[in-house]
């Protein structure tokens, strides 16, 4: 079974420009999220997903920063325009059963690194 | 608010040798806990997970850790370490969304 994957492993950007992360989680999880840890941080909740419906965006830092799931599948989080600020590693992860979250294991794709200059 | 705390950013170890990562947390109710690892160029990968019941949780790799509540920690043990374990670690609480505590990493010395 696949794993959740995340594209592209890393991103160099220019302040201002936008950037544009994938995430494809595991078959069949109806729950994903976004966590970012920026350097020398704590890994950090952004949002949660429950099928194509955002659930919790709480944690997203501010408007410019925007997750879409498309049909309850893959799930893009765009920064634009993006800031030196949002440099950091953006997990991925999903997980299965939406009737107990609290217990259910997330399993993380392998990050995608954002750098911006 | 739930919050975890990692009181050791980085720990040496000898290959062989005992390992204990240290993890506090605070929640209110009944915390749902866990360890993830996090090796070179790798996503975070789950080690065990606390529910309720036992409170001493076997996971995979050899590791195990202790719930206390009394205490509010949920430490992590190894007791015969491999290079191999030379990573990150992460504690962290659940309330469906994870938080983390800052992570320690672990070096490990031939």
């Known amino acids: 079974e696949a794993g959740v994957t995340q594209f592209p492993s890393h991103s160099v950007i220019e302040k201002g420009q936008t950037v544009t992360l994938r995430c494809d989680p595991i078959?069949?999880?109806?729950?994903l999220y976004w966590y970012r840890r920026v350097m020398g941080k704590e890994i950090k909740f952004l949002l949660h997903?429950?099928?194509?419906?955002?659930?919790?965006e709480s944690g997203m830092p501010n408007n410019r920063f925007l997750a879409e799931r498309t049909g309850g599948t893959y799930s893009t989080l765009k920064v634009q325009p993006a800031e030196l600020e949002d440099s950091g590693v953006y997990f991925c992860?999903?997980?299965?059963?939406?009737?107990?979250?609290?217990?259910?294991?997330?399993?993380f794709g392998p990050g995608t690194r954002l750098l911006v200059l | 608010a739930q919050s975890v705390t990692q009181p050791d950013i980085h720990i040496t170890v000898s290959e062989g040798a005992s390992l204990e990562l240290r993890c506090n947390y605070s929640?209110?109710?009944?915390?749902?806990l866990f360890w993830y690892v996090q090796s070179p160029g790798q996503g975070l990968q789950l080690l065990l997970k606390?529910?309720?019941?036992?409170?001493l949780v076997q996971g995979i790799k050899g590791f195990e850790a202790e719930f206390k509540r009394s205490q509010s920690s949920f430490n992590l043990r190894k007791p015969s370490v491999h290079w191999s374990d030379a990573a990150e670690y992460f504690c962290?609480?659940?309330?469906?969304?994870?938080?983390f505590g800052a992570g320690t990493t672990v070096t490990v010395r031939a």
């Open positions: 992860a999903s997980s299965q059963d939406v009737t107990r979250p609290r217990a259910e294991t997330q399993y």
């Open positions: 606390y529910f309720s019941g036992d409170t």
């Open positions: 997903f429950v099928k194509e419906s955002k659930q919790d």
């Open positions: 962290a609480v659940a309330d469906y969304k994870l938080s």
């Open positions: 078959s069949g999880h109806d729950n």
């Open positions: 929640y209110g109710a009944t915390p749902y």
